[in-house]
Nanobody, 123 residues
């Protein structure tokens, strides 16, 4: 599976962005998907995950209530809708795939990664 993330950009605090992650291959629906992010000088951290069918989601406390994750298996794409953005959301956002589930916080358990897309939130 190859993953291609897009949709990042510069936005003012309080604004919104939607990230997309397009997957190649016919086994997309066999993978749980997640978004991670890495801010300058910090370790990469889990943001949100979604199960194979999209019926179950999981969020980091820092984004709960502001971000939503969804997927369209017919388009091999997973989305991250980010509302009420804060300057501390500034990071490179990565999508990732694993066969185990949507609640995996350990990046070492993920099989495939996208290249990352920059999100910058100005104050």
């Amino acid at each position: 599976v190859q993953l291609q993330a897009s949709g990042g950009g510069l936005v003012q605090a309080g604004g919104s962005l939607r990230l997309s992650c397009a997957a190649s291959g016919r086994t997309f629906s066999e993978y749980a998907m997640a978004w991670f992010r890495q801010a300058p000088g910090k370790e990469r951290e889990f943001v949100a995950g979604i199960s194979w069918t999209g019926g179950s989601t999981h969020f980091a406390d820092s984004v709960k209530g502001r971000f939503t994750i969804s997927r369209d298996n017919s388009k091999n794409t997973v989305y991250l809708r980010m509302n009420s953005l804060k300057p501390e959301d500034t990071a490179v956002y990565y999508c990732a795939a694993n066969r185990l589930g949507e609640r995996l916080l350990d990046e070492k358990l993920y099989d495939y990664w996208g290249q990352g897309t920059q999100v910058t939130v100005s104050s």
